[in-house]
């Protein structure tokens, strides 16, 4: 006869336990996405970045840049950046996670912030064209908006 055995351990519990926080740098290097950009590209021009903390450490990772427009290219995003009390538009042009679950956590606490901002009603943005960016926007909740040549363009409501 096979034991069972009952375990009693919330694998997901320390999720309930984060915060997001604003950071002023992070180790691009550690940046799936867009390891290219440095902090200086991450802060400059209203640009922000955001961690989820949990104890003393980030598990997750999202970086905004505010606009008027939607951007294709980093490019774009780069020369359509302005100040977040300027901007219709938050774009999300890089975001991961360390640890299972901190991904999907770290947009729901993003889109909570970004709710006590009043002009901005929506988080875009620019993403790989990659299965598991478009996976893990669909699955969250996004809507996709524009496919252009290199990027996509997901649609969060706030």
């Known amino acids: ?55 003393d450490e980030i598990e997750g990772v999202v970086c905004l840049a505010f606009t008027n427009e939607l951007p294709a290219t980093v490019k774009e995003l780069d020369l359509m950046s302005v100040d977040e009390k ?37 988080i875009m943005t620019l993403s790989p064209l990659t299965p598991v960016a478009t996976h893990y926007h669909i699955r969250n909740g996004a809507k996709l908006i524009k496919i252009n040549p290199t990027t996509q363009n997901f649609q969060y409501r706030i």
Not at 90 to 97: D, G, I, P, Q
């Open 1 to 55: 006869m096979i034991k069972k055995y009952r375990y009693n351990f919330d694998f997901f519990n320390w999720i309930k336990k984060t915060e997001l926080v604003e950071l002023s740098e992070i180790n691009p290097e550690d940046d799936p996405v867009r390891p290219e950009l440095d902090n200086t590209f991450r802060t400059t021009k209203g640009r922000k970045i955001f961690g989820l903390k949990y104890k």
């Open 86 to 122: 300027n901007s219709q538009i938050a774009v999300a042009y890089t975001l991961w996670s360390l640890k299972k679950g901190a991904g999907k956590k770290i947009m729901k606490e993003l889109l909570k912030y970004m709710k006590k901002q009043n002009n901005i009603d929506s």
